[in-house]
């Protein structure tokens, strides 16, 4: 199966009500529809440094950062397929680069630098991991997900993420996803993920439903509200 392994585009994020997701998706019915896979849940694992350097670096909100992390689509045992993506911000449009390998394969490649396969994506990513050197899983983070994609031809997408859990023990792919909650109860993650403007079907329907864009990273939000203020606590304690 061909997996599109390069994306460049811009992603907009919206928080919003349950209510307001029921209007946006009558709303949408003529345009958009769900993608084949129906309500998924994503899995992610992400990277970082000891002392969480990337994170703290992006929510800062520098004119370029960059993340790392392994994703499934499902529970994942070793031999099946994630992608490890490779993932940078510049000027607001989002670059992602994603290899697709086994679990066993990602995980040993990103924890014990075994990996044979040289490819464009590779080399960056391995550089990536050499630059930051401490790098391991810090964060578990899954989200249960619906994907719209426009009845004509586009690239424009619309998803919302919901029940958005992290954790920062039992760091696999391969476990159950559960954890602590990061989303207010009653909120939807909304985010349009386009290459170009928004459709000014879409424009009208976010006006109407008055929904405006807002800065949110679920990795962001984790470190934020939860790494940080026990580190600062341990460190008080100590």
Request: aromatic share 14%.
């Given at each position: 199966m061909a997996f599109q392994t390069v994306f460049k585009r811009y992603e907009?994020?919206?928080?919003?009500?349950?209510?307001?997701?029921?209007?946006?998706?009558?709303a949408i019915e003529p345009y958009m529809a769900l993608d084949k896979h129906g309500r998924t849940t994503i899995r992610n694992?992400?990277?970082?440094?000891?002392?969480?350097?990337?994170?703290?670096?992006?929510?800062?909100?520098?004119?370029?950062?960059?993340?790392?992390r392994i994703r499934s689509y499902y529970q994942a045992?070793?031999?099946?397929?994630?992608?490890?993506?490779?993932?940078?911000?510049?000027?607001?449009?989002?670059y992602k680069r994603r290899i697709a390998l086994s679990?066993?394969?990602?995980?040993?490649?990103l924890c014990n630098s075994q990996f044979n396969n040289t490819s464009q994506i590779s080399n960056e990513i391995e550089y990536f991991l050499e630059y930051y050197k401490t790098l391991h899983p810090t964060v578990f983070l899954a989200y249960d997900r619906e994907a719209y994609f426009t009845?004509?031809?586009?690239?424009?997408?619309?998803?919302?993420?919901?029940?958005?859990?992290?954790?920062?023990?039992?760091?696999?792919l391969k476990s159950e996803a559960y954890g602590t909650h990061i989303l207010e109860d009653g909120l939807v993650l909304m985010e349009i993920k386009c290459s170009g403007g928004i459709p000014l079907w879409m424009t009208k329907i976010l006006s109407e439903n008055h929904i405006y864009k807002t800065s949110f990273s679920k990795y962001g939000t984790v470190y934020s509200e939860h790494i940080y203020p026990k580190i600062t606590e341990e460190n008080k304690n100590a």
């Amino acid at each position: 199966m061909a997996f599109q392994t390069v994306f460049k585009r811009y992603e907009l994020k919206y928080l919003i009500t349950k209510k307001q997701k029921e209007d946006i998706l009558s709303a949408i019915e003529p345009y958009m529809a769900l993608d084949k896979h129906g309500r998924t849940t994503i899995r992610n694992l992400y990277f970082d440094t000891d002392d969480y350097r990337l994170i703290r670096r992006s929510i800062e909100k520098p004119t370029y950062k960059e993340k790392l992390r392994i994703r499934s689509y499902y529970q994942a045992d070793g031999n099946s397929t994630v992608f490890v993506e490779l993932k940078k911000k510049y000027k607001h449009i989002v670059y992602k680069r994603r290899i697709a390998l086994s679990e066993n394969e990602a995980m040993n490649w990103l924890c014990n630098s075994q990996f044979n396969n040289t490819s464009q994506i590779s080399n960056e990513i391995e550089y990536f991991l050499e630059y930051y050197k401490t790098l391991h899983p810090t964060v578990f983070l899954a989200y249960d997900r619906e994907a719209y994609f426009t009845k004509e031809k586009s690239d424009f997408r619309l998803t919302f993420d919901d029940n958005i859990i992290f954790r920062t023990e039992d760091l696999s792919l391969k476990s159950e996803a559960y954890g602590t909650h990061i989303l207010e109860d009653g909120l939807v993650l909304m985010e349009i993920k386009c290459s170009g403007g928004i459709p000014l079907w879409m424009t009208k329907i976010l006006s109407e439903n008055h929904i405006y864009k807002t800065s949110f990273s679920k990795y962001g939000t984790v470190y934020s509200e939860h790494i940080y203020p026990k580190i600062t606590e341990e460190n008080k304690n100590a």
